[in-house]
């Protein structure tokens, strides 16, 4: 066992794990953060897909080790009033069906918007085929990104609103 300072969602969190403990579960069981999924434990699927230091991250194989100096956004952290442009995005074009893929999902999109404000359909299938939707929600997830983008826009440009 080890110990190890984190930073998650902007606070600060000391635990005691081992090493080789995959981030994900040091954010599901030992701090009970459960928005972030398990779904293959292989980085195949994108269930677990976190923000570290803005990049999106599978965290099922990381070792919590990979963290310490980072900060670390989870779809808990994403938007304190739980708005972001993607979630109001999700919601209006109701991408999901089983929504387990969903956080992934939604922390790939998110992270894929701040260096690409103004996708293509090839950049969005592009950025978002490592995150896999078992109901096959794909043709959703594209156009909900693709609102998203534009609602990042207006509010940008100070004709939206937070």
């Given at each position: 066992?080890?110990?190890?300072q984190?930073?998650?969602n902007?606070?600060?969190?000391?635990?005691d794990?081992d090493?080789?403990?995959p981030?994900?579960w040091?954010?599901?069981?030992?701090?009970?953060?459960?928005g972030t999924?398990?779904?293959?434990?292989?980085?195949?699927c994108?269930?677990?897909?976190?923000?570290?230091?803005?990049?999106?991250?599978?965290?099922?194989?990381?070792p919590?080790?990979?963290?310490?100096g980072?900060?670390v956004?989870?779809?808990e952290?994403?938007?304190?009033?739980?708005?972001h442009?993607?979630?109001?995005?999700?919601i209006?074009?109701?991408?999901?069906?089983?929504?387990?893929c969903?956080?992934?999902?939604?922390?790939?999109?998110?992270?894929?918007?701040?260096?690409?404000?103004?996708?293509?359909?090839i950049?969005?299938?592009t950025?978002?085929?490592?995150?896999?939707c078992r109901?096959?929600?794909?043709?959703?997830?594209?156009k909900a990104?693709?609102?998203?983008?534009?609602m990042?826009?207006?509010?940008?440009?100070?004709?939206?609103?937070?």
């Open positions: 066992m080890a110990q190890y984190l930073s998650i902007k606070k600060s969190y000391t635990v794990v090493p080789q403990m981030l994900l040091v954010i599901r069981d030992v701090l009970d953060m459960t999924k398990f779904g293959c434990g292989m980085a195949q994108g269930a677990c897909t976190v923000h570290l230091d803005g990049v999106a991250t599978k965290t099922c194989v990381l919590v080790s990979a963290a310490v980072k900060q956004t989870t779809i952290g994403l938007s304190a009033e739980k708005l442009p993607i979630q109001k995005a999700w209006d074009e109701q991408v999901p069906q089983c929504g387990y969903q956080s992934g999902q939604i922390m790939a999109a998110s992270a894929f918007l701040t260096k690409h404000p103004n996708p293509t359909d950049e969005i299938d950025a978002m085929q490592g995150n896999i109901c096959g929600t794909y043709q959703r997830v594209r990104i693709h609102s998203a983008a534009d990042m826009k207006k509010e940008g440009s100070g004709q939206g609103g937070k």
